[in-house]
């Protein structure tokens, strides 16, 4: 990754103009070009550094609903319940985290409901007790990494 | 001439968005292309949905680890009722705070209210930070916790989702 990689990813974490040639407007700010850029951002897709570039779909207002839940994992079963997450395709996110808690994950489902339904079955799945703790209040959501 | 996008044009592009913008010099002309519109249709309904808030933006989701953001903690403090939304709206303006949210109590297992994340690429330095954070807004004195994570299992945005991080570390 150069400087020009760098300041594209800073530049791009304020997001894209919505124009007709948005390479173009960005080309003229980074002193680059439309097509050096593309490339650059193409490259960084493929290897890993980015994961997504478009427009970042608030779920929420789509009608989805999510969660975050905790599960308190007995190191012996610690491989086994991540393997059970990893193949329900409502779980979007699972962290191991250095707590008694130490498995957290989030849920991504269409309706409440659904993600009530999970739950329950991830409950039942494990036989582990199961901490639901979704969003009541946003402070902040404004993650910007310089790089 | 009709500028609205057919109910099934917009069901199309949301999808054909899934995928992410196409990386060309006219993306819009080329998603109006294979929705069968034209480019200020595909321009007027991204304005729109932009000012409806069903995105903030066209933006990244990064691999901050393989960026060298290793260090992701989360921080959870127990804060009384009554100071909650205060507490939150500061620590969520604070300095390298990126997502700071309230959650429920579940007593007795789980008594911490406040969530926020902090990333960065050393543990010491993220301790470090947390500290001075917590001292310069007279927070030491709450019972909080640093949970630091250690490996991530799956990081795969939901459909529709894939918040910038929002969603993945956090929910």
Known sequence: ?147 | MNTDLTPRQTLALRRHLEAGLPLVSRPYQCLAERINANEDQVLGQMHLWHEQGLFRRIGLVLNHRALGFTANAMLVLDVPDALIDEVGQRLGRAQGITLCYQRPRRLPQWRYNLFCMVHGRQREQVETQIQQLLDEHLLSDLSHQLLFSTHAFKQCGARFAASPMGAPCHG
């Open chain 1, 1 to 147: 990754m150069d400087d020009l990689d760098r300041r594209l990813i800073n530049r791009l974490q304020r997001g894209l103009p919505l124009v007709r040639h948005p390479w173009q407007a960005l080309a003229a700010e980074l002193d680059s070009s439309s097509t050096q850029l593309l490339e650059r951002l193409r490259q960084m897709l493929a290897d890993g550094i980015l994961t997504r570039f478009g427009p970042l779909f608030d779920i929420e207002r789509l009608g989805g609903a999510f969660t975050l839940a905790a599960l308190a994992v007995p190191e012996e079963r610690f491989e086994q319940v991540a393997e059970q997450l990893h193949a329900l395709p409502e779980v979007a996110h699972n962290y191991r985290r250095e707590h008694a808690w130490n498995m957290w994950f989030v849920l991504a489902c269409s309706t409440e409901q659904a993600i009530a339904q999970t739950l329950h079955h991830i409950e039942n799945l494990t036989g582990l007790p199961l901490l639901n703790l979704p969003k009541e209040e946003t402070y902040h959501v404004g993650v910007y990494f310089p790089v």
